[in-house]
């Protein structure tokens, strides 16, 4: 049976009833000619018991990188499993690139070691990682805080210019993101509150609300999750980029330790600059609640007077408390996952999403945990 | 389109390269031949990834002409461009090899974009260029698990596998030890065999003289070609008393670090 599959290329295909077949190819087999070539040869030899398979390209008058790739695939068996294949009259200097290329076919699915995964296996495994990951935290905590005091007592041997970009960078540049979510916080929880207190022609507690809220809570968790987000996520960035350049193994190998280096000063920065940026968020949290009510026609002094009574000093102290804490939070994990970036173009990305994921995390459990304190002892 | 010679493969004219109004080369012009391996080689800073970038339409340069195979490369657009480009393969320095596929994968990646060859074929296509530069046992490792030289060898691989005549390699030995860089060229000269044209950028002159069929050495001072031809005759006989010392691995005699004498 002849077949013109295109124009260029002419295949005779013949499959004898004693599991004997031979294919004889005329024309230019190239990247052209060779996929209607393939599904040829695919309908006429597949679905039959072939034994011995002939291939015979002495008629080629051209044969690129594409043809020797169909004869490969031929000669492999791949397309008459169980056959004997034979390509024949290739031309000489072909034949030499044929027989260099001859794959076995093992090499197409190498046996990969699959290791038996049970259920009970699966949770051990996670268990183990789970402590090992454990462990490695508080060795990291533990250096933490043994390189404190030392930058702390001696100034000398820390890294002040370090800490005081990494103050500007995290600090006064978050100033306009955080004095825009802040006001907006205010706005809402102003307007939302209004709105229920009306019901009872309680209004004017909605100073009370905001001052009560933002002091005690919002302020302080929405500051963290913002810096999370903004700075956690670029120490995480930027020490796993030096780890993937062999920056911290350059450290390394002058005697510097990398966490008294990068850790410390961007902990320093981080427990300075959070604080700050919490009490900052407050007052433009009560600010766009203050200007909310003196659009519901309530004064002042009226406003102010309200303000002042609805939260003591203590309020204050531990929002602040907390916002350190946060501050510790977020600048330690964005570190801890930097340093422990591995190889590979991935490895940043991935080390940046767990430094913004867990420091969310552990943020809510310590204001979870700050609250029922604060319950507890009142 | 002009139609150069056959056995032309690429034509550098008048090209003009440089960043904003500093100029690093200026009216380059040579010839490269079918099936030849050419270098193009210059001190650090003398312009020869730079022109490399022009050759394969990274860079646009300020003025001047790169023909492949008889089209004017940089007036090539849409479409005509697309297959200009797949006449040539390029090897970066550092291998860029994408790191979250396989090696395999890598290969077969330009195959999966362009051709239409059936997926079954692309597979063997891209196990035989694997098997081409000796890495077919490596086919399901990641680049990261791979030594420089073998990262080398799967970025040709990959280079090669839109069929393309031209390849373009860039420090192809750099970095390497003595003996995997001895492999690079030999992988190069039995490529070249098989009827590949190579333009490789390099400075490490045992492969110069291992694989160079011509050369041109590349002058940060002239701005452009200081000399051409085989690198044995530019070692002997150059006229230019640099390219000499070049070839000889002798230091500049205005910079020693002998001690002038008693202190």
Known sequence: MTIPTQKELEADVEVRPDGRACVVLRGRLNEQTVPGCWSLLEK?????????????????????????????????????????????????????????????????????????????????????????????????????????????????????????????????????????????????????????????????????????????????????????????????????????????????????????????????????????????????????????????????????????????????????????????????????????????????????TRAVVTSLLLIIVADAFFSAISFLLK | MMNAPDDIAISVKDLTVGYGDTVILQNVNFQVRHGEVFVILGASGSGKSTLLKAMIGLYPPLSGEVWIDGDNLWAAQGKERLALLRRFGVMYQSGALFGSLTVLENVRLPLDEFSDLPDPLKEVAALARLRLVGLDAAADKMPAELSGGMQKRAAIARAMALDPRILFLDEPSAGLDPITSAGIDLLITSLHHFGFTFVIVSHELPSIYSIADRVVMLGSDAQGIIAEGKPAELRDGAANPWVRRFFNRQPDPGHSLEPAGNL
Not at chain 1, 89 to 116: V, Y
Not at chain 1, 124 to 152: C, T, Y
Not at chain 1, 206 to 234: E, F, H, Q, W, Y
Request: aromatic share 8%; net charge neutral; hydrophobic share 50%.
């Open chain 1, 44 to 352: 006429e030899l597949k679905e039959t018991k072939i034994q011995t398979l002939q291939v015979d390209v002495s008629g080629l008058s051209f044969c690129n990188a594409a043809g020797l790739t169909l004869l490969l695939y031929l000669n492999m068996a791949r397309m008459t499993p169980r056959a004997t294949v034979s390509v024949l009259g290739l031309k000489a200097d072909l034949e030499i690139i044929f027989r260099e290329l001859i794959l076995e076919d093992k090499a197409f699915h190498p046996q990969l070691a699959i290791k038996s995964d049970s259920f009970v296996g699966k949770i051990g495994r996670k268990v183990k990682q789970l402590n090992r990951d454990f462990q490695e935290e508080m060795v990291f905590l533990g250096a933490i805080i043994a390189s404190l005091p030392l930058s702390i007592f001696h100034p000398k041997r820390s890294r002040w210019t370090e800490t005081h970009c990494v103050v500007e960078l995290a600090g006064a540049n978050a100033v306009p993101i955080v004095s825009l979510m802040s006001l907006l916080l205010g706005f809402i929880i102003a307007f939302e509150s209004a709105r229920r207190l009306a019901e009872f022609g309680a209004q004017l507690y909605v100073a009370n609300t905001i001052m009560v809220v933002m002091v005690r809570d919002m302020g302080p968790l929405m500051t963290a999750i913002l810096l999370a987000g903004r700075s956690g996520s670029s120490f995480a960035a930027e020490i796993g980029t030096m780890k993937v350049n062999e920056e911290l193994n350059a450290l390394k190998t002058f005697g510097l330790d990398p966490i008294p280096f990068l850790v410390v000063p961007r902990i320093l920065a981080g427990v300075f600059v959070t604080p700050l940026l919490t009490f900052y968020s407050i007052l433009m949290g009560v600010i766009g609640g203050v200007i909310v009510m003196l659009g519901l026609g309530f004064t002042l002094p009226l406003i102010l007077h309200q303000l002042a009574s609805s939260v003591h000093l203590n309020d204050l102290g531990t929002g602040i408390a907390k916002s350190a804490v946060f501050g510790v939070i977020v600048s330690a994990v964005g570190c801890w996952h930097g340093l422990r970036t591995q190889q590979g173009p991935s490895a940043v990305g991935l080390s940046t």
